[in-house]
Antibody, heavy 120, light 111 residues
Framework: QVQLQESGPGQVKPSQTLSLTCSVS??????????WNWVRQPAGKRLEWVGR???????NYNPSLNNRVTMSADTSKNQFSLRLSSVTAADTAVYYC????????????WGQGTVVSVSP | DVVMTQSPDSLAVSLGERATINCKSS????????????LAWYQQKPGQPPKLLIY???VRGSGVPDRFSGSGSGTDFTLTISSLQAEDVAVYYC????????FGQGTRLEI
């Protein structure tokens, strides 16, 4: 059974960098059949795709995040990570990691999500 | 950017009745080279992550009950629940994956 689990600080100060990690079990992030994604959801708002990577070198980010996003993978730990710099209150959200199929593109497995609050 | 707009924002349906949710895309999601619409539907219950229901506009995901169906093409799509069950109370989102990814604002389904 494939499971994804987000981890990281629940609170970040404005202008600092948000850092989250997604640990994957039951599947290898190097399998080649999937993209590994971050999606966020501010309270009461729609889901917003943040970015994706695969372990062959493809990385894509949401242009609306103005080059503040960096994603990376640690294949030895079967994890992938998100860094979002210069955060503001608008970055307060539930952050989900999700597995996306390369063929169908849809997100078939999601983590439970982690709440990140940006506050002084 | 591809903007996804759902209607209605909320919907109340009686148990056993049909529920219909609409989704409109700001651009065509049909890719003629493979004859597919790049549109998915997700269900999200309180405190849970979204769950994939439908992809390629009309293909049910693994384990999804057959009372859920998707239809439409191009820019206009519909999710139909043929006979509403109590466990279907949730927020439903459409998602396009023609150009990266974007989601609708969600439709809250209540009994």
């Amino acid at each position: 059974q494939v499971q994804l689990q987000e981890s990281g600080p629940g609170q970040v100060k404005p202008s600092q960098t948000l850092s989250l990690t997604c640990s994957v079990s039951g599947d290898s992030i190097t399998s080649g059949h999937y993209y590994w994604n971050w999606v966020r959801q501010p309270a009461g708002k729609r889901l917003e795709w943040v970015g994706r990577l695969d372990t062959r070198g493809t990385i894509n980010y949401n242009p609306s995040l103005n080059n503040r996003v960096t994603m990376s993978a640690d294949t030895s730990k079967n994890q992938f990570s998100l860094r979002l710099s210069s955060v503001t209150a608008a970055d307060t959200a539930v952050y989900y990691c999700a597995r996306g199929e390369v063929v169908s593109h849809v997100f078939d497995i999601w983590g439970q999500g982690t709440v990140v609050s940006v506050s002084p | 950017d591809v903007v996804m707009t759902q209607s209605p924002d909320s919907l109340a349906v009686s148990l056993g009745e049909r529920a219909t949710i609409n989704c409109k895309s700001s651009q065509n999601l049909f890719y003629s080279s493979n004859n597919r619409n790049y549109l998915a539907w997700y269900q999200q219950k309180p405190g849970q992550p979204p769950k994939l229901l439908i992809y390629w506009a009309s293909v049910r995901g693994s384990g999804v009950p057959d009372r859920f169906s998707g239809s439409g093409s191009g820019t206009d799509f519909t999710l139909t629940i043929s006979s509403l069950q109590a466990e279907d109370v949730a927020v439903y989102y459409c998602q396009q994956y023609y150009t990266t990814y974007s989601f609708g604002q969600g439709t809250r389904l209540e009994i």
